[in-house]
């Protein structure tokens, strides 16, 4: 009888442990399909968000808002937090409240070029762009040259900070500009893209005329006026200042390839320098505090 069984039972056991490998095999692929499909939704949800301007500008400003970006001496997160969020909302909200396009061509281009050179999203570029030529204009001040000093001074990083407390786009220093800043609605104002451009213009426009020239202008800006020279801080932001001319007639690529040749020239320049010896007293105080406005 037990001969029977197991004639009978070899069979069946061999049915089931084909059928439980196959359950197995079946069990992996499915795994290995729904790893596959999120990783295929994945992709094809970063392209859209690269391929979508608005879409990565939003990201970017609720990134802000939620976190905000670090400032060099910041404290514990409990105590970052609420002045992170602050600025990261008057970011946003001032992205949120301009025009989406340069109102004029030359605008357009310098956007194309600061954005391309600096790496920042053109929208964000596009309105300080704007708000430069509107700023200039009525200050009577070159808005080309408040570009190419918000360039040399922040890369147009509006939470920029040094470490002698030079603050936003055009790194004022609080502590000396408290008064214009008041007009804004106190030092905070430092951070908040439009009182920075419309203060860091001022204080500029009143050094060149106090220097009589905006050569001299800049090195009062920079924080040189006493001393023999600004380390080449006006050569960089005039030199600056015409590729961003240049680039406002269309020509981008020639300003951006000149940015190029500029850059591979000063590190070369640094290179140099630092292999003969300590760079001088005032390249050294010009590099290590932009926006020393002493006045």
Do not use: C
Not at 70 to 92: I, L, M, Q, T, Y
């Amino acid at each position: 009888m037990s001969l029977i069984i197991e004639k009978a039972w070899a069979p069946a056991a061999a049915a089931l442990g084909t059928a439980g490998r196959d359950v197995a095999r079946g069990a992996g692929m499915l795994a290995r399909g729904a790893v596959g499909l999120v990783g295929i939704s994945t992709l094809a949800a970063a392209l859209v968000l690269l391929g979508n301007e608005p879409l990565r500008e939003q990201l970017v400003a609720s990134t802000l808002t939620a976190g905000g970006l670090p400032v060099a001496g910041a404290g514990a997160d409990e105590e970052v937090r609420p002045e992170a969020d602050s600025r990261g909302s008057r970011w946003s909200d001032w992205l949120a409240s301009q025009p989406g396009t340069a109102v004029e061509p030359a605008q357009e281009h310098v956007t194309r070029y600061l954005s391309r050179r600096y790496r920042v999203a053109e929208g964000a570029v596009r309105q300080i762009v704007g708000q430069a030529y509107a700023t200039g204009r009525s200050l009577g001040v070159d808005p080309m040259l408040i570009l190419a000093v918000t360039a040399i001074e922040s890369s147009l990083n509006p939470f920029a900070q040094s470490s002698v407390g030079a603050q936003g786009l055009m790194q004022i220093m609080t502590r000396v500009h408290g008064d214009k800043l008041a007009a804004h609605g106190g030092e905070h104002a430092a951070l908040d893209p439009i009182a920075n451009l419309k203060v860091g213009s001022e204080i500029l426009r009143d050094l060149i005329r106090r220097g009589g020239s905006v050569e001299r202008g800049l090195q009062l800006y920079v924080g040189a006026g006493n001393l023999p020279d600004d380390g080449g801080y006006a050569t960089r932001v005039l030199g600056e200042m015409q590729r961003i001319k240049l680039a406002s007639t269309g020509s981008v690529r020639q300003a951006l390839s000149a940015g190029v040749q500029a850059d591979t020239s000063a590190a070369q320049a640094s290179a140099t320098a630092a292999g003969g010896g300590l760079l001088p007293a005032a390249a050294a105080s010009a590099q290590a505090a932009p926006g020393h406005q002493a006045i």
